[in-house]
């Protein structure tokens, strides 16, 4: 194999956010992280200090979303939850920006909500990914094109004092054109992009889209070192068969420029 176990389950951030996550949910997704050896568990504030609870001592650790999924709440209302989350023993926090500023051309805006929720969490030795929802940036905005304004993004936040950006939430889903809605999550382009955006002290972390081991080693082919997944047990059961069984081309990536068969 390309890579070993390890190295791809500590890429994994196992996401427990769907909105009908129940106790139950909770505590057999953290048993499911911890079994599997993954980097954390990505989940609601709320669960923050249950969820620290149980990985105690497991060597996963525990991520919370602050303004999530929107990035629409104050600034202040998104430094205070990082605040809670972090007394509560988050020690990532996946932070989204404010979408209709960024769109607007609101740069400074942007900026200091990154550097709010940055500051905050790095008083409480916690780092930051701040996702960008490139789905909602796909026709580009505030006179840049799709690929400049995520550009721009990029920048903002490692000036802002990011530790990852990140290319989705996993529901930032758009209105198609039959009425429908649907999103790519995070795609080969846009992994390159904001790799190639930002300097080596700034990770990238992939969401949305991943749903198997393939896509799961092309973002770390891509330079991506963490990766948002419900389907962690797939993905890392997948591997210990092909390490036990070599299936040769079984790690060639379809050419779709998608990185997996379905949504984060």
């Known amino acids: 194999m390309k890579y070993t176990y390890e190295e791809l389950a500590k890429m994994i951030d196992h996401s427990l956010l769907h909105p009908t996550m129940t106790d ?4 057999e997704g953290c048993t499911l992280a911890a079994k599997y050896g993954v980097a954390s568990v990505c989940i609601k504030p709320y669960a923050v200090k249950r969820a620290a609870e149980l990985l105690q001592g497991s060597g996963v650790l525990v991520g919370a979303v602050i303004g999530f999924p929107h990035g629409n709440s104050c600034t202040e209302s998104k430094r205070y939850e990082t605040e809670l989350a972090c007394r509560d ?9 404010n979408i209709g500023k960024a769109l607007s051309g609101d740069w400074e805006y942007v900026e200091r909500d990154v550097k709010a929720v940055c500051d905050e969490a790095h008083q409480h030795q916690a780092k930051v990914k701040v996702i960008l929802e490139n789905d909602y940036l796909a026709q580009g ?3 840049l094109t799709s690929d400049e304004i995520k550009i721009k ?5 490692e000036s802002a004092g ?3 950006v990140k290319t989705s939430t996993g529901y930032g889903f758009v209105k ?4 429908t809605y649907a999103y790519k999550g995070a795609t080969e382009h846009d992994l390159g992009l904001m790799r190639a955006s930002v300097s080596a002290k700034v990770q990238v972390k992939a969401a949305g889209g991943v749903r198997d081991l393939d896509g799961l080693i092309k973002v770390r082919d891509l330079g991506g070192s963490r990766c948002g997944a419900t389907a962690t047990a797939a993905m890392l059961d997948e591997y210990r068969r092909r390490e036990a069984a070599p ?6 990536q379809n050419r779709t420029g998608s990185l997996g068969s379905g949504g984060y």
């Open 24 to 27: 139950r949910d909770l505590e």
């Open 89 to 97: 023993g988050a020690v990532e926090i996946d932070m989204v920006i």
């Open 141 to 143: 905005g505030a006179g």
């Open 153 to 157: 993004l990029c920048q903002i936040c």
């Open 162 to 164: 990011a530790d990852w």
């Open 176 to 179: 198609q054109s039959d009425g």
């Open 247 to 252: 299936i040769p081309g079984s790690e060639q």
